[in-house]
């Protein structure tokens, strides 16, 4: 059963850093995900911010969080992490992990993809 929990989220001033957490029960080394940090803001739609695929590391980023957010994983502690730098306003959302089995490909950004949801955790940002 995967079931990801996310963590690390808070509020912080436009300019700050955060970094987010997932934790997985994901066997890494015997299955590969593509896992995925999605974010929504009150009245908008989910939108996917990042992802990264298991095996091979790649990396996939919305152009919004270019040059700002890294994505990564520790494989061997089966979680996710978001670290985010330069932090704006319109960084506010609901943070939520995601995962499906499989590559990312080029549709990772699409929410419908993924069967596997955290509870989501909250980041404000302040101007």
């Known amino acids: 059963q995967v079931q990801p929990v996310e963590s690390g989220g808070g509020s912080v001033q436009a300019g700050g850093s955060l970094r987010l957490s997932c934790a997985t029960s994901?066997?890494?080394?015997?299955?590969?995900?593509?896992m995925a940090w999605f974010r929504q803001a009150p009245g908008k739609d989910r939108e996917g911010v990042a992802s990264?695929?298991?095996?091979?590391?790649?990396?996939y980023y919305a152009d919004s969080v270019k040059g700002r957010f890294t994505v990564s994983r520790d494989n061997a502690k089966n979680t996710l992490y978001l670290q985010m730098n330069s932090l704006k306003p319109d960084d506010t959302a609901m943070y939520y992990c995601?995962?499906?089995?499989?590559?990312?490909?080029?549709?990772?950004?699409?929410?419908?993809?993924?069967?596997?949801w955290g509870q989501g955790t909250q980041v404000t940002v302040s101007s």
């Open positions: 990264i695929y298991t095996r091979s590391g790649d990396t």
């Open positions: 994901i066997d890494s080394y015997s299955t590969y995900y593509c």
């Open positions: 995601a995962a499906v089995s499989g590559t990312c490909r080029s549709t990772w950004y699409s929410s419908r993809r993924y069967d596997y």
